[in-house]
């Protein structure tokens, strides 16, 4: 079994993370090797629950964000989940076969074969950006893969965690996947799992990989960043403000991979931002419609109107009503905190 050495042992279950942990440690000794057809049936479980659920899954995301537009939920997150779930399905038994490898000169009569094996229990820790697709997204592998899974969602996703874990807990024993909502990030982080995937910021990820290091527990940490946009000399600028735009706009921006800034011929700044204010007007209208998602929650959005305020230029509204916005946006009352669609020239 392909389990990570472990420096803590859970003799007693101090809280509802450590007893999961323990209920799937234990399933994964008495069970370390799944078959195909096991894996298959998990994927399809999962997928069930999507497919089945979307129209809540895209509310309960929706309730999160204050309002997120149901079309970028289906496009983004369920869709893209879906067809990752079955092109796992469709590629399983490939993956699980045993892999030849090279042998050295010096052991000329000898082989070797890789062999695939499950490592055990997983952690998970999605954020709330694309929170369906960077949950299930992780799971697909995982469970494909034959392992076990726990997952903790962000603390701006608990209508969606609170679904799932619903959903989860009907068609899954709790010993194969479980979504803990509600748990601490420090009961969560400082398990000693087999592995543990984390999606966040730089900061956040220190913290986990740190928790992981006492246990000596690997870790796949996937990190916000800068995403800088080029644009050519040769390209033609109408198609690629049109691209840049849809991108960054894609989610209200809240995207790790949304472009952060761009490098455009100082003789074609002036086309690109006219080409921009034609578009922007097109696509967005009236911020007040559906199609317009809101930013997350009060601390984002009053960081984004101070960023406005401290650069004093005049904001580009599309709609004669103005911006949707509001000054209070607590969690447990706000409709939705959003700002006009902005350009900086």
């Given amino acids: 079994m392909a389990q990570t050495a472990q ?13 999961v942990f323990t209920l799937q440690r234990q399933a994964y000794l008495r069970h370390p090797y799944p078959s195909r057809a096991e894996r298959v049936e998990n994927l399809r479980k ?20 204050g ?74 592998g995982i469970l494909a893969a034959g392992n076990r899974a726990m997952v903790k969602m962000a603390t701006n996703s608990q209508h969606l965690c609170r679904l799932l874990a619903e959903k989860v807990r009907a068609v899954f024993p709790e010993d194969t996947l479980a979504i803990l909502p509600g748990v601490r990030a420090q009961d969560f982080s400082t398990l000693p799992y087999d592995h543990l995937i984390f999606t966040g910021s730089a900061d ?34 109408d198609e690629a403000a049109s691209r840049i735009l849809y991108a960054k706009f894609l989610n209200a921006g809240q995207t790790c991979l ?29 911020t007040n419609q559906p199609s317009y ?16 305020d401290a650069r ?15 000054t209070s946006c607590g969690r447990s009352h706000r409709t939705s905190c959003s700002t006009s669609p902005t350009r900086w020239s």
Avoid at 47 to 57: C, F, H, K, S
Avoid at 83 to 105: E, N, Y
Avoid at 293 to 308: M, N, P
């Fill in 7 to 19: 420096l803590r042992r859970l003799d007693v279950a101090e809280n509802e993370a450590q007893r």
């Fill in 46 to 65: 999962l997928e069930r629950i999507l497919v089945d659920n979307a129209t809540a899954i895209a509310d309960a995301i929706s309730a999160d964000f």
């Fill in 67 to 140: 309002h997120r537009a149901f079309e970028e939920s289906m496009m983004a997150e369920l869709f893209t989940t879906v067809d990752g779930i079955r092109d796992a399905r469709r590629r399983l038994r490939k993956w699980m076969r045993p892999q030849r490898r090279h042998v050295s000169v010096l052991f000329a009569t000898g082989s070797n074969r890789v062999i695939p094996q499950p490592k055990g229990v997983v952690g998970v820790v999605s954020p709330w950006n694309y929170p369906l697709f960077l949950t299930a997204g992780p799971l697909t």
């Fill in 204 to 237: 956040a990820g220190r913290t986990v990989m740190r928790s992981a290091a006492e246990n000596l527990t690997p870790v796949t940490l996937e990190l916000g960043g800068k995403s800088p946009t080029i644009v050519c000399d040769d390209f033609d600028v």
């Fill in 258 to 286: 949304a472009p952060d800034y761009l490098f455009v011929p100082e003789a074609k700044r002036d086309a690109f931002v006219a080409a921009a204010k034609r578009i922007l007007p097109v696509r967005y209208p009236d």
């Fill in 293 to 308: 998602t809101s930013v997350i929650d009060e601390k984002s959005y009053r960081r984004l109107r101070a960023t406005l």
């Fill in 312 to 326: 004093r230029v005049p904001r580009w509204c599309p709609s004669s009503r103005g911006p949707r916005s509001t």
